[in-house]
């Protein structure tokens, strides 16, 4: 039983994150995506 427990609040924890993500409210209204430096060199460098 507790198994289960963990396994349904590991798909829960995991289904948030995938939905709601590691987001901020913009300045500017919009939602802000929050990167690590190396992931957002390597976003900046592909849109290159």
């Known amino acids: ?3 289960v427990v963990l396994w349904v609040v590991t798909l829960v924890g ?3 994150f995938f939905v709601n993500g590691w987001t ?5 209204g ?3 995506i ?3 430096p190396h992931e957002r ?3 900046l460098g592909e849109m290159r």
Do not use: C, N
Request: hydrophobic share 60%; net charge negative.
């Open 41 to 43: 060199d390597l976003i």
């Open 34 to 36: 929050l990167l690590a």
């Open 14 to 16: 995991a289904g948030w």
């Open 30 to 32: 919009r939602m802000e």
């Open 1 to 3: 039983m507790i198994a």
């Open 24 to 28: 901020a409210k913009g300045t500017d």
